[in-house]
């Protein structure tokens, strides 16, 4: 799965309306899809809400993006940049850092 990468943001929404995430676009991969887990098992879905004053982890082992067909594959220590789209806001343009593979981020409190 060379041409493939997971992705993993969190996405705040500090209004007072529901959204949903429904889709992200870069330059680095000619598709990126949005996915579950449920019972270890990946499920690609539409959209991922995103509740009014709460926010979405896309994180390992849960919510995440999938980006397919990769152009190339990015170096860790590189900042890849993602256009989030969303069924209410306007989109937002976000830079991700490429970790290792290995790289579990810490808990949070």
Avoid: C, W
């Amino acid at each position: 799965m060379e041409d493939m990468a997971a992705g993993y943001v969190t996405v705040r929404n500090d209004g007072d309306a529901d959204d949903e995430l429904t889709s992200v676009t870069t330059a680095l991969a000619g598709k990126v899809t949005l996915h579950t887990t449920e019972n270890n098992t990946m499920k690609q879905v539409k959209q991922l809400d995103v509740p009014a004053g709460g926010k979405l982890e896309l994180a390992r082992g849960g919510n995440h993006l999938m980006l397919e067909k990769l152009g190339r594959k990015p170096k860790v220590g590189e900042k890849v940049t993602l256009t989030l789209h969303f069924a209410r806001s306007e989109p937002i343009k976000v830079e991700v850092p490429v970790e290792p593979t290995t790289y579990r981020p810490p808990k949070k409190d």
